[in-house]
């Protein structure tokens, strides 16, 4: 089946990085457009970004350009979010996603099924 | 800037009735929405697309309605598991999400 397999919590001081991983399975890791998304506590889904696998292009939110990476090695069908610069306020669970469209279209369809279980990072001095 | 809003907030509905929750977005998104119900510590899972399109392997008492600016998820007869968090997100651009409706037990 379908599986997306992150890695485990990470707590981090304020001004550091972190670097997430999402392992996929089930599937042909390449033909779908991966997709972040984050939730702080408490708090509703806010949408990062994506990655084509195929290419390695990507397509950040506005909001976390100059500090959000995303990457991926097809190699062992992982890809990877990595945040910079990191305050509290970025203390949340990080969701790795699979977009619904076959890669082949062009662009994804930017609705996501299945998600990882989810990488609670947490910003604190 | 598109915004989602969510109607309410908060809705106490008894097992076996129906609930519906509302999603509206401040201009036009097509049908280009979705669904998903999220359960505490686990992640969103898709219900719904296309507005009214059941994802694979979702109940037939799950269904979705509207289009434009206007959106219901409907959920015929509630079950125990039903209970959770729903949140509404539009892809007519950038993916964006409601704040989410809590569907609690009555």
């Known amino acids: 089946q379908v599986q997306l397999v992150q890695s485990g919590a990470e707590v981090k001081k304020p001004g550091a990085s972190v670097k997430v991983s999402c392992k996929a399975s089930?599937?042909?890791?390449?033909?779908?457009?991966m997709h972040w998304v984050r939730q702080a506590p408490g708090q509703g889904l806010e949408w990062m970004g994506w990655i084509n696998p195929n290419s390695g292009g990507t397509n950040y939110a506005q909001k976390f350009q100059g500090r959000v990476t995303m990457t991926r090695d097809t190699s062992i069908s992982t890809a990877y979010m990595e945040l910079s610069r990191l305050r509290s306020d970025d203390t949340a669970v990080y969701y790795c996603?699979?977009?619904?469209?076959?890669?082949?279209?062009?662009?994804?369809?930017?609705?996501?099924?299945?998600w990882g279980q989810g990488t609670l990072v947490t910003v604190s001095s | 800037e598109i915004v989602m809003t969510q109607s309410p907030a908060t809705l106490s509905v008894s097992p076996g009735e129906r609930a519906t929750l509302s999603c509206r977005a401040s201009q036009s998104v097509s049908s280009n929405l979705a669904w998903y119900q999220q359960k505490p510590g686990q992640a969103p899972r898709l219900l719904i697309y296309?507005?009214?399109t059941r994802a694979t392997g979702i109940p037939a008492r799950f269904s979705g309605s509207g289009s434009g600016t206007e959106f219901t998820l409907t959920i015929s007869s509630l079950q125990s598991e039903d209970f959770a968090v729903y949140y509404c997100q539009q892809y007519n651009n950038w993916p964006l999400f409601g704040q989410g409706t809590k569907l609690e037990i009555k």
């Open positions: 089930g599937y042909t890791f390449t033909g779908y457009y």
């Open positions: 996603a699979r977009d619904c469209g076959f890669i082949l279209t062009g662009y994804p369809l930017n609705w996501f099924d299945p």
């Open positions: 296309g507005a009214s």
